[in-house]
């Protein structure tokens, strides 16, 4: 009973697709859809309510409301306010859409969908549950980081094709920045590669999938693992364009960056591609470190696998709106030189102690050798980020 | 050490969030059509005519002098001068405007023809909800819709309207006592011209 709950979804796609009347030919292509269309579907809704959550969690940082009026149409239901995604979404299709009149317009017209396309691509390698991986590739994880790379020519080309100032800015900030953190963010990917000895995710996740006594063998709690998850962490967010490294479509110095020049629905798919990048990378972390869709604890694994992977997405996600709320956006400069002076040496340090805690014999020296290999970088490099300089309160020599 | 800031701050955003559903003192947002806050005694945004009593015709203060309508910087106010008169509240005849009307949309709330008006007439309404789907008619205010009682005056203005309100009242006393004087002036010399007609005309004396 417990795994017919747990298999539920791949239950479902077999009885659908055993129906007799599908011709034999169109099978494959059937399996695929069933795949793909649940997915899309539930990450669009994910996103949808993201959006609300997340300026309602923002808001209650800053001690207001956020949004909670829009419920049900003609009606005094309020829903706390979770009809404002659906209200939004008619408001982006219903738009006007404007294309400057210098715009490139195929490349302007290509670019949101240059951008969704890989964007979704990498949801198929995710395992969302027990034997839930839409494809179980061999080589998952470097697909992933193949399709996710291929979101930066969109981005150029939105830049590009608005024939803008600001738009191109954007752009050429987004992919100094994409690049990058792209470099820790696989870095600090190759120690769980390592490990495992394998691309597939769904054999990295098998790998965390046991437990000693009731704790379980996610890389996240080792040393390497923490640093790693870390790492992989702030270069996600970088990835994704999200706030402190929002410099991309920084709104107060250019407006809105690349996608400036885009309104009504086109604008829409940049904003559901940047928060389903995000969902997808936090896939990725989950996958990589917080042990996909196991359950934390051994006793909690009657729970179905498929919600412990949404707890942990939803988890991140939150995760990412509190440090949202939290951290203002960087510099140019200070971004170029956290990621080139702090997560690069960093992660590379960090597969150096991957591997020694690899042939290193299990123990309490194993635990203090490879903490202290990642714990002295870290406030040496830190130290040499802030430059010996003494963060104090600002005073001002003629305004008192 | 990096990242203490951090974590210094993810600590106080999460007190302020958790702190927003613990504490409703947090939460100084005022959510408007539901509740609101009490209206400030120094509030203004457009102009209305005050009427004293209970009739807006009767009652009404304004005697269609015409200075606020040429004070008025963008001239949003319209005024016809009747043809008849009428009492004013302390009785003497005026005349009244036939036609009042204020275009909200091009007042500025400047409260010029407030500091103008001699008659106390025009005052400042505090009433801000006044959207119409019709931009031209809807915004444009007659006379009826501009005159407002003087509890209301005395209700959104309570210091302003008691100060006008003893203004006028010396007004009034000052008029019936002047009234008074001259009804008794009057009384008199017509209490002489009765008592002693023989008097103030003097006989001519025959003397040829």
Redesign the interface.
């Known amino acids: 009973m417990i795994d017919a709950f747990d298999q539920i979804f791949v239950l479902l796609k077999h009885w659908a697709l055993g129906w007799p009347f599908w011709p034999e030919s169109l099978k494959p292509m059937l399996s695929v859809f069933l795949s793909i269309v649940p997915i899309m579907l539930v990450f669009a809704l994910l996103f949808g309510i993201t959006t609300v959550v997340e300026r309602k969690a923002i808001g209650r940082i800053q001690n207001r409301y956020g949004p909670n009026r829009v419920g049900l149409p003609f009606t005094d239901v309020r829903l706390f306010g979770f009809g404002q995604f659906i209200a939004d979404g008619i408001k982006a299709l219903t738009k006007e859409d404007i294309v400057p009149r210098a715009a490139d317009r195929v490349v302007h017209f290509l670019a949101p969908i240059a951008l969704i396309v890989p964007v979704f691509l990498a949801y198929s390698v995710l395992p969302y549950g027990k034997n839930m991986a839409p494809i179980d590739m061999d080589t998952g994880v470097l697909f992933f980081f193949a399709v996710g790379a291929a979101t930066e020519l969109s981005v150029f080309m939105a830049g590009w094709s608005s024939r803008n100032k600001y738009s191109l800015l954007g752009a050429m900030r987004a992919i100094a920045q994409m690049i990058s953190y792209e470099v820790p963010l696989i870095i600090s990917t190759i120690t769980v590669v390592m490990m495992v000895g394998s691309l597939s995710t769904v054999k990295i996740v098998e790998a965390q999938a046991e437990y000693s006594g009731q704790l379980p063998h996610w890389h996240v709690f080792t040393p390497w693992g923490l640093a790693g998850f870390i790492l992989f962490l702030i270069a996600a967010m970088a990835e994704s364009n999200r706030s402190p490294f929002d410099l991309p479509e920084g709104e107060s110095e250019i407006v809105a960056g690349y996608f400036i020049e885009y309104s009504g629905f086109k604008f829409a798919l940049f904003f559901l591609a940047e928060y389903l990048g995000m969902f997808a990378i936090s896939g990725l972390a989950i996958t990589l470190f917080l042990g996909g869709w196991t359950a934390p604890l051994a006793f909690l694994s009657w729970l179905p696998s498929w919600l412990w992977f949404f707890a942990k997405l939803l988890a991140l996600i939150s995760l990412f709106i509190w440090v949202r709320g939290t951290v203002p956006r960087l510099r140019m400069d200070q971004l170029m030189n956290f990621a080139w002076k702090f997560m690069l040496p960093m992660a590379l340090i960090n597969i150096a102690a991957a591997g020694l805690w690899f042939f290193l014999p299990a123990g309490f020296d194993r635990w203090a050798v490879c903490s202290a290999m990642l714990i002295v970088p870290y406030v040496l490099l830190g130290r040499g980020l802030m430059g010996g300089k003494l963060f104090t309160k600002r005073t001002y020599r003629y305004a008192e | 050490?990096?990242?203490e800031?951090?974590i210094k701050?993810?600590a106080?955003?999460?007190r302020?969030?958790v702190?927003?559903?613990v504490d409703k003192e947090?939460?100084?947002?005022v959510?408007y059509p539901e509740e609101r806050l009490p209206a400030k005694e120094a509030a203004r945004n457009f102009p209305f005519l005050v009427f004293d009593g209970h009739d807006p015709h009767a009652g009404l203060r304004c005697v269609a002098c015409q200075i606020c309508e040429k004070e008025c910087p963008p001239q949003c106010i319209y005024i016809e001068k009747s043809m008849d008169k009428k009492p004013d509240y302390v009785g003497k005849p005026q005349f009244y405007p036939k036609i009042f009307d204020i275009d909200i949309s091009v007042c500025m709330s400047c409260q010029i023809c407030v500091e103008v008006c001699p008659f106390e007439a025009i005052k400042m309404d505090t009433e801000f909800e006044l959207s119409h789907t019709d931009r031209f008619a809807g915004l444009l205010f007659d006379k009826h819709q501009l005159a407002k009682s003087n509890e209301y005056y005395q209700k959104i203005h309570p210091n302003e309207a008691a100060e006008v309100d003893g203004h006028l009242a010396a007004e009034k006393a000052k008029a019936e006592v002047k009234a008074k004087a001259d009804a008794d002036a009057k009384a008199r010399i017509a209490a002489a011209k009765t008592t002693t007609p023989p008097a103030a005309k003097p006989t001519p004396a025959p003397t040829s």
Do not use: D, P
Request: aromatic share 10%; proline share 0%; glycine share 20%.
């Open positions: 050490m990096l990242g800031g951090i701050g993810l106080e955003t999460a302020n969030f702190g927003s559903y947090r939460l100084v947002t959510q």
